[in-house]
């Protein structure tokens, strides 16, 4: 429960004896910001300019009934209705139109902060800024650097750098805090020594303090404001969704050889469907939304012939149609494209082509989009899921049919999102799913998994393999419990790319995850694949590998229901961030301890195990949690641990005798 406590000029709350929110005259609550912003976007990427014409700290605070209160000064004021929610208390917020608003809430010593939707360079975001702004993730600046640059000479991107496709107004403490502003407004948090500081483009809706014993409890409380649907259909454990393009007879071709070759293929993405564009940076799709007939002839015959040996096949859509396309020309005709204020269609860019951006506040667009690109182009042909693409692109200067882009640019993916998710409960298939990369608030809701986005064809912390452990963390802890990543990474461009070994090790993580999915990259034919010589024999092996750790799988995906992520940092059982170890490694659900190995040409790692008692996944050999040690790391096995009393014992000694590397193999 809360109260609220009165202390000469101090106004605070407390939840369960913590202090949530103090307000005085010196360090008021709140505070009134006015302030002019404009917004330079490229590619997705935004460039902030602010210039700050009036602040007003609102010092004053009344009680305006029982469960009202007031903050003001000079003419200024803004009013909480306090309510008790799950583990602690809602404050719906009202405030003036025109103005920013600014928050403090307290800081304690010591405290780590994480969350703040996906964040890709640390998990620990005390001392970081960190914007509330869907953006494109990636820069084309670290592309270029890391293709012209020696490895030694190429500097990583520290976190203020870094863009996200996810950001979520939403955090939680190792101190058991958990902070929720419900908000769309572009904004930013500041996590200072002293205090936080949250301000945001207007007032928000409300906000939640709430507290927890664990980062358990903390999880249902989300959980109950936004509900989590998220799901994998069963055929997803029945092995990996393999990447494949370059039309209908390749897919079948490269398919078979790997199931004839004793891999476990659920899948196989080809998100070239709809045709191909080839441009400066590699091969990437031409969006319309339709089977290119010369690329793909026959595919409906190709799925039944896919279907027929367990093996579904998956497409790909985003919400925009590229301009030289007949989707594009029918689209703007009928009004259904975003457009600038003169009336002309806003075109985006996609490095060097323009497309424009299907109106998602438009119902006529919508339900077009539904019943003929998914429902008749899609789902008719026998597609039994897709990745989303995109949902983070929209100007903030467009016109729509209905509504301020400005306002709804953050929830556009969650818009893109419930688009594909009532396409498909209209349609009435409960074996589809997609996948997306952007989100805000309540993603959770619509999108039935998310992914990592794009990473570089590399190690780099900043955006190669490793930056998908501090993401899937962020995601965990802001309330979105499933998500994956691409194995091997996208972005490529002369030296960057990625060699067999890479490869190899993002599988061995895949495969310890819950769904396993590769990429060609956008330059596939400069970057190892599953098919290679050196790494079809490890791509057979993980696969079967993730297969028979779908028992365990689907206990993972049964906690997630609950908002329970699925990926959980070293750090979650014991909730003291000083606990942690090694920001790297991570829990799958709650009996296996996964180690990925980043470093090149490594044949064994070091890792500290959390509390209890570990078995070694490979060799059976037992260590105990809270010491360092040096385990053995070959190539196609990556250190992985389960509990000695876990309830999965047996499954996991089994798939590691009938799995683990022969001698050669190595």
Same mark, same amino acid.
């Given at each position: 429960?809360?109260?609220?406590?009165?202390?000469?000029?101090?106004? +605070?709350?407390?939840?369960?004896?913590?202090?949530?929110?103090?307000?005085?005259?010196?360090?008021?609550?709140?505070? =009134?910001?006015?302030?002019?912003?404009?917004?330079?976007?490229?590619?997705?990427?935004?460039?902030?300019?602010?210039?700050?014409?009036?602040?007003?700290?609102?010092?004053?605070?009344? *009680?305006?009934?029982?469960?009202?209160?007031?903050? /003001?000064?000079?003419?200024?004021? +803004?009013?909480?209705?306090?309510?008790?929610?799950?583990?602690?208390?809602?404050?719906?917020? +009202?405030?003036?139109?025109?103005?920013?608003?600014?928050?403090?809430?307290?800081?304690?010593?010591?405290?780590?902060?994480?969350?703040?939707?996906?964040?890709?360079?640390?998990?620990?975001?005390?001392?970081?800024?960190?914007?509330?702004?869907?953006?494109?993730?990636?820069? =084309?600046?670290?592309?270029?650097?890391?293709?012209?640059?020696?490895? =030694?000479?190429?500097?990583?991107?520290?976190?203020?750098?870094? &863009?996200?496709?996810?950001?979520?107004?939403?955090?939680?403490?190792?101190? @058991?805090?958990?902070?929720?502003?419900?908000?769309?407004?572009?904004?930013?948090?500041?996590?200072?020594?002293?205090?936080?500081?949250?301000?945001? !483009?207007?007032?928000?809706?409300?906000?939640?303090?709430?507290?927890? =014993?664990?980062?358990?409890?903390?999880?249902?409380?989300?959980?109950?404001?936004?509900?989590?649907?998220?799901?994998?259909?069963?055929?997803?454990?029945?092995?990996?969704?393999?990447?494949?393009?370059?039309?209908?007879?390749?897919?079948? #071709?490269?398919?078979?050889?790997?199931? #004839?070759? @004793?891999? *476990?293929?659920?899948?196989?993405? /080809?998100? !070239?469907?709809?045709?191909?564009?080839?441009?400066?940076?590699?091969?990437?799709?031409?969006?319309?939304?339709?089977?290119?007939?010369?690329?793909?002839?026959?595919?409906?015959?190709?799925?039944?012939?896919?279907?027929?040996?367990?093996?579904?096949?998956?497409?790909?859509?985003?919400?925009?149609?590229?301009?030289?396309?007949?989707?594009?020309?029918?689209?703007?005709?009928?009004?259904?494209?975003?457009?600038?204020?003169?009336?002309?269609?806003?075109?985006?860019?996609?490095?060097?082509?323009?497309?424009?951006?299907?109106?998602?506040?438009?119902?006529?667009?919508?339900?077009?989009?539904?019943?003929?690109?998914?429902?008749?182009?899609?789902?008719?042909?026998?597609?039994?899921?897709?990745?989303?693409?995109?949902?983070?692109?929209?100007?903030?200067?467009?016109?729509?049919?209905?509504?301020?882009?400005?306002?709804?640019?953050?929830?556009?993916?969650?818009?893109?999102?419930?688009?594909?998710?009532?396409?498909?409960?209209?349609?009435?298939?409960?074996?589809?799913?997609?996948?997306?990369?952007?989100?805000?608030?309540?993603?959770?809701?619509?999108?039935?998994?998310?992914?990592?986005?794009?990473?570089?064809?590399?190690?780099?912390? !900043?955006?190669?393999?490793?930056?998908?452990?501090?993401?899937?963390?962020?995601?965990?802890?802001?309330?979105?419990?499933?998500?994956?990543?691409?194995?091997?990474?996208?972005?490529?461009?002369?030296?960057?790319?990625?060699?067999?070994?890479?490869?190899?090790?993002?599988?061995?993580?895949?495969?310890?995850?819950?769904?396993?999915?590769?990429?060609?990259?956008?330059?596939?034919?400069?970057?190892?694949?599953?098919?290679?010589?050196?790494?079809?024999?490890?791509?057979?092996?993980?696969?079967?590998?993730?297969?028979?750790?779908?028992?365990?799988?689907?206990?993972?995906?049964?906690?997630?229901?609950?908002?329970?992520?699925?990926?959980?940092? #070293?750090?979650?059982?014991?909730?003291?961030? *000083?606990?942690?170890?090694?920001?790297? /490694?991570?829990?799958?659900?709650?009996?296996?301890?996964?180690?990925?190995?980043?470093?090149?040409?490594?044949?064994?790692?070091?890792?500290?195990?959390?509390?209890?008692?570990?078995?070694?996944?490979?060799? &059976?050999?037992?260590?105990?949690?809270?010491?360092?040690?040096?385990?053995?790391?070959?190539?196609?096995?990556?250190?992985?641990?389960?509990? *000695?009393? &876990?309830?999965?014992?047996?499954?996991?000694?089994?798939?590691?005798?009938?799995?683990?590397?022969?001698?050669?193999?190595?």
């Amino acid at each position: 429960m809360y109260r609220i406590e009165r202390d000469g000029v101090r106004w +605070a709350l407390t939840v369960d004896g913590v202090r949530v929110l103090s307000h005085t005259a010196e360090t008021p609550f709140v505070t =009134a910001v006015r302030r002019e912003k404009t917004y330079r976007m490229v590619r997705g990427s935004v460039k902030e300019q602010v210039r700050e014409a009036e602040r007003v700290p609102l010092t004053q605070v009344e *009680a305006v009934s029982e469960n009202v209160v007031a903050f /003001s000064a000079a003419g200024h004021r +803004a009013e909480a209705l306090l309510a008790p929610c799950e583990g602690g208390v809602r404050l719906a917020l +009202a405030g003036e139109e025109g103005w920013a608003y600014e928050f403090r809430l307290p800081a304690e010593k010591g405290e780590a902060v994480f969350g703040g939707g996906e964040q890709y360079r640390k998990v620990n975001l005390r001392g970081e800024t960190v914007v509330n702004f869907v953006s494109e993730h990636i820069k =084309a600046s670290a592309i270029l650097q890391k293709a012209v640059l020696p490895r =030694a000479l190429y500097r990583e991107k520290p976190h203020r750098r870094i &863009g996200s496709y996810a950001p979520m107004p939403v955090f939680v403490t190792d101190r @058991g805090r958990l902070i929720l502003f419900e908000t769309s407004a572009d904004g930013t948090s500041r996590f200072g020594a002293r205090e936080y500081r949250f301000s945001f !483009d207007r007032c928000p809706e409300a906000l939640t303090l709430a507290c927890g =014993a664990d980062y358990r409890s903390l999880a249902r409380v989300l959980a109950a404001r936004f509900p989590n649907r998220q799901y994998l259909p069963d055929w997803c454990g029945d092995g990996m969704i393999l990447g494949i393009q370059g039309g209908t007879q390749t897919i079948l #071709d490269k398919t078979f050889a790997m199931l #004839d070759a @004793g891999a *476990a293929v659920c899948g196989v993405w /080809s998100q !070239d469907w709809s045709g191909e564009k080839r441009t400066v940076m590699g091969k990437q799709v031409r969006w319309n939304w339709e089977v290119d007939e010369t690329l793909y002839p026959g595919l409906a015959g190709a799925i039944e012939k896919l279907n027929a040996r367990g093996v579904r096949f998956l497409a790909y859509i985003n919400p925009y149609l590229v301009r030289d396309g007949r989707l594009y020309g029918l689209f703007k005709k009928k009004g259904w494209l975003i457009t600038r204020r003169s009336g002309e269609v806003y075109h985006i860019k996609s490095t060097t082509f323009d497309a424009g951006m299907i109106d998602l506040t438009n119902p006529e667009a919508v339900r077009y989009t539904k019943d003929v690109l998914i429902k008749r182009n899609m789902l008719d042909l026998g597609v039994s899921g897709w990745m989303a693409d995109f949902g983070e692109y929209l100007p903030v200067d467009c016109v729509l049919h209905e509504g301020e882009a400005r306002l709804l640019h953050n929830e556009w993916p969650v818009l893109w999102a419930k688009l594909n998710r009532e396409a498909i409960e209209e349609y009435g298939r409960d074996d589809v799913f997609f996948f997306t990369r952007s989100g805000y608030l309540g993603i959770q809701e619509y999108a039935p998994c998310l992914w990592n986005g794009d990473q570089h064809t590399d190690r780099t912390r !900043d955006y190669g393999m490793p930056c998908v452990m501090p993401a899937s963390f962020s995601l965990g802890f802001s309330g979105v419990p499933m998500v994956h990543c691409d194995a091997g990474g996208f972005f490529s461009f002369g030296k960057l790319k990625r060699d067999g070994e890479l490869f190899v090790r993002w599988m061995e993580m895949c495969a310890f995850s819950l769904l396993m999915r590769s990429h060609e990259s956008i330059r596939p034919w400069a970057n190892a694949q599953f098919d290679a010589p050196e790494v079809k024999p490890h791509t057979v092996r993980l696969t079967c590998v993730h297969r028979a750790l779908r028992p365990y799988l689907e206990t993972c995906i049964r906690k997630a229901g609950e908002g329970i992520p699925a990926i959980r940092p #070293d750090f979650y059982e014991e909730m003291d961030f *000083a606990a942690s170890r090694d920001p790297y /490694s991570y829990f799958l659900g709650d009996e296996l301890y996964v180690c990925p190995v980043l470093e090149r040409h490594a044949d064994k790692r070091r890792v500290f195990l959390p509390k209890g008692v570990w078995v070694h996944f490979w060799t &059976g050999k037992v260590y105990a949690g809270g010491e360092r040690c040096t385990v053995p790391a070959p190539l196609g096995e990556t250190p992985v641990f389960y509990r *000695a009393n &876990g309830a999965h014992l047996e499954l996991f000694r089994e798939t590691a005798k009938q799995y683990r590397l022969k001698e050669g193999e190595q």
